[in-house]
């Protein structure tokens, strides 16, 4: 069954530890951390993450890199295979990092379709290196995410399928709502796409002048979305990711994460594991 969370990237600019203890001590405790710099992927950090974790007795199920803009020109450049090597070492420590906080997957952007950093590889070549690094993550017991970016390679269903055609059950996504409508793409239309290869989703709501709102705040329908869905992907984490002018205060967000839960409870038909408090 489904469990929904935040990620800590709804508090940015604040500090990452600031922005998990904020929300925990209002009662959430399912989360995706997004890192913010190099020193949070250090032991010493991520003992301290841990600790805060048990104490609030809260779960992470996903990581996201701060170097996620920069994953186009370290991995899918014309350079030198030297880069990719050296991109490889970097992700290790994001890997190591997921591993230690016990999340079970990474969130990858990929390659850019834009700007100086557009992929520069074949598809090909992409896919292969796209399956190094999805292999370097389980030697760490982390799946590697690939996410629907709207300037990105896989801002497409069409993409998405032949990650999955070449890659089979490697293939497996963060769906992102709120990018696949900046793509020109309605959510259930991608969701049915990507249908027993989602495993993250990074969720928000939309009217006709912002596309980026609390759930609840505006017109998506997210029983849809999930009826849309199949397999495994029941086992999604449905993380609410907006911007930090989405919302004033957090109960604004506990508030959406009930009206969510709800949501998805009506879709499966039973009660959705919506343990975004603590018992």
């Known amino acids: 069954m489904a469990t929904v969370g935040i990620s800590t990237s709804c508090f940015y600019p604040m500090d990452t530890e600031i922005a998990l203890q904020t929300a925990a001590e209002a009662g959430i405790s399912h989360f995706e951390v997004h890192f913010s710099t190099f020193s949070e992927l250090t032991d010493g950090y991520l003992r301290e993450m841990r600790k805060m974790l048990r104490y609030y007795g809260a779960e992470v199920h996903s990581v996201h890199p701060f170097y996620s803009m920069l994953e186009s020109a370290m991995f899918f450049s014309d350079y030198s295979e030297r880069r990719f090597a050296d991109g490889i070492e970097l992700y290790k420590q994001y890997f190591h990092a997921a591993a230690k906080l016990g999340a079970d997957y990474l969130v990858f952007h990929g390659g850019s379709n834009i700007g100086k950093s557009r992929v520069m590889v074949s598809q090909d070549k992409y896919i292969e290196r796209y399956n190094m690094i999805y292999e370097c993550g ?85 029983a849809a979305m999930q009826s849309a869905m199949s397999g495994d992907d029941d086992k999604a984490f449905w993380a609410i990711e907006v911007y930090n002018d989405a919302f004033r205060e957090i109960e604004q967000i506990r508030l959406s994460l009930h009206y969510l839960a709800m949501k998805l409870s009506q879709s499966e038909g039973s009660d959705v594991s919506s343990k975004f408090t603590k018992s």
């Open 138 to 222: 389980g030697q760490f017991g982390v799946t590697l995410l690939h996410e629907n970016v709207y300037t990105h390679t896989a801002q497409t269903p069409e993409f998405c399928r032949k990650l999955i055609e070449y890659l089979g059950d490697k293939a497996l996504f963060t769906f992102d709502n709120k990018q696949a409508r900046r793509a020109g793409f309605a959510s259930v239309e991608f969701v049915r796409s990507l249908s027993g290869h989602i495993r993250n989703i990074h969720i928000s709501d939309c009217d006709r002048e912002h596309d980026c709102l609390l759930p609840g705040r505006g017109t998506e329908d997210f």
